[in-house]
């Protein structure tokens, strides 16, 4: 059995040449999981499937606790509003306008019976309705969704009792 000595510049070849290939693959692997969400009800579940359960054991929800967070799931302006006030809170001294979950509506949640519907209003617009139960309670939650061109994204978001976007007017 022969083995080949490999010199440095044939690492450097397979390293080129593996590194090429991981560049081709790459914007593929990309794409697919932007395809996974390319729909405004695929973008939906996407969010409320980590809300499934309990808050205080597996549930975690999403943490809005990055600028790039806040932006990858609200809209432009929304994102703007949600990040100047969590701004000027800190400058302030002070919590936030949102003292929830977004998502939710809640500080804490026991989701169960889950259920997605959306409707599209042309290309670039839907209006999702998010139906679960809190604790037992049957729950309703709308969100106004854009599509920015880079994917869904949600303009506002409607509980019972007020919407996010609501919460930057009135501060």
């Known amino acids: 059995m022969r083995f080949m000595t490999l010199t440095p510049a044939a690492w450097s070849r397979r390293g080129f040449i593996l ?4 560049l081709l693959i790459a914007p593929n692997v990309k794409a697919h999981a932007v395809a996974a969400e390319s729909s405004p009800k695929a973008f939906l579940q996407a ?3 980590k809300y499934v359960g309990d808050s205080a054991k597996t549930a975690v929800g999403i943490p809005l606790d990055s600028n790039a967070v806040i932006r990858r799931y609200f809209s432009a302006g929304l994102a703007r509003l949600m990040l100047e006030d969590s701004a000027g809170a800190k400058t302030r001294n002070e919590g936030p306008a949102l003292d929830g979950d977004a998502f939710v509506g809640h500080q804490e949640w026991e989701i169960g019976d889950l259920a997605i519907d959306v409707k599209e209003s042309g290309a670039a617009k839907a209006t999702g309705t998010v139906t679960f139960t809190n604790f037992g309670k049957p729950e309703k939650v709308v969100l106004e969704l854009l599509n920015a061109g880079d994917g869904w994204r ?3 978001i409607q509980w019972p009792d007020g919407s ?3 919460l930057y007017r009135t501060k």
């Open 19 to 22: 590194g090429l290939g991981a």
């Open 47 to 49: 969010i409320y499937q």
């Open 154 to 156: 949600i303009a506002d």
């Open 164 to 166: 996010l976007r609501a």
